[in-house]
């Protein structure tokens, strides 16, 4: 099966930066369409960015559009997710997802067919 394995978490001040990272095993990761889903304590699992495989389409949630970039190296199998401006709302545990076809409910969770088992990121006031 595929693994996707997240790493770059830990603690930032508010108005800091972080930038996430997701290794995906597998032939075939320029072919996957990307993204970082986030939950908080008590909340549902949240679409935060997506990128598709030739990185020429990237959708964002609006609580962090501004703010988050992402982006994929397909030679490395690795997508990013460069996290600026933090605020305490943004803390949670981030989770790679990898989709093998695109959808049009690219924000959905059963839209990706596999996930990574996150990193946690917290942001302190």
């Known amino acids: 099966q595929v693994q996707l394995v997240e790493s770059g978490g830990g603690l930032v001040q508010a108005g800091g930066s972080l930038r996430l990272s997701c290794a995906a095993s597998?032939?075939?990761?320029?072919?996957?369409?990307m993204a970082w889903f986030r939950q908080a304590p008590g909340n549902e699992r949240e679409f935060v960015a997506y990128?598709?495989?030739?990185?020429?389409?990237?959708y964002y949630a609006d609580s962090v559009k501004g703010r988050f970039t992402i982006s994929r190296d397909n030679a490395k199998n690795t997508v990013y997710l460069q996290m600026n401006s933090l605020k305490p709302e943004d803390t949670a545990v981030y989770y790679c997802a990898a989709g093998l076809r695109g959808s049009y409910y690219y924000t959905r969770r059963t839209s990706y067919d596999y996930w990574g088992q996150g990193t946690q990121v917290t942001v302190s006031s």
């Open positions: 597998g032939r075939s990761f320029s072919t996957y369409v």
């Open positions: 990128i598709n495989w030739s990185s020429d389409r990237t």
